[in-house]
């Protein structure tokens, strides 16, 4: 008589083994696909907070600057505008007189100011920053902003030599740059 081959039986207790395995195998593959996406969100996250920090170390610098040369009086408000790039032009046909600030970029030059300090328009991690503004009367308007597209607009109101703060805005700019393969990101 000839033996019978040996068959495999897959018994219950294998067969709900199997299942946990690859039920596991497949929320691994999840959690780290998730995790991996949360990572992302969080890198984009704490660029933009260390940029909008940024953003707002140069407007308090600019604003201390202004607030130091309305202190000092004697037209130093005049001179930290000119440290600061801002160019006179001639008298308006109102009689208001107009500044305006070229656009510049500094990429962690000291400036030349009286206490030797970094210029205003320097951004912490030494990255440029450019800068715009114009005066007119007593408004001062300064748009400071960075390549990643975020920007702070400043507007200033000078009065009796003491300034109030009519703007402070940190905006950024929307890039659509994803090429939308991501539709999932949790």
Known sequence: MAKPHGSVRIGPISLFTLIIVLCLAVLTVLSVTTSLAELST?????????????????????????DAALTR?????????ADHGVQEQSSSTDGSEELVIEDDTVTGEPAGGDLGR?????????????????????????????????????????????????????????????????????
């Open 42 to 66: 969080t890198e984009r996250q704490a660029a933009t907070t260390t940029e909008t920090y940024q953003l707002e170390a140069v407007g308090q610098q600019f604003v201390a600057d202004v």
């Open 118 to 186: 970094p210029s205003a328009t320097e951004a912490a991690d030494g990255s440029p920053v450019t800068f715009s503004g114009t005066r007119d009367g007593d408004l001062i308007s300064v748009t400071f902003s960075m390549e990643s597209g975020r920007t702070l607009a400043i507007v200033l109101r000078i009065q009796n030599d003491t300034y109030t703060i009519e703007q402070w805005k940190v905006t950024t700019e929307w890039t659509d740059d994803g090429t939308g393969e991501n539709l999932w990101l949790g």
């Open 73 to 81: 009086g004697d037209g130093a408000l005049n001179e930290v505008l």
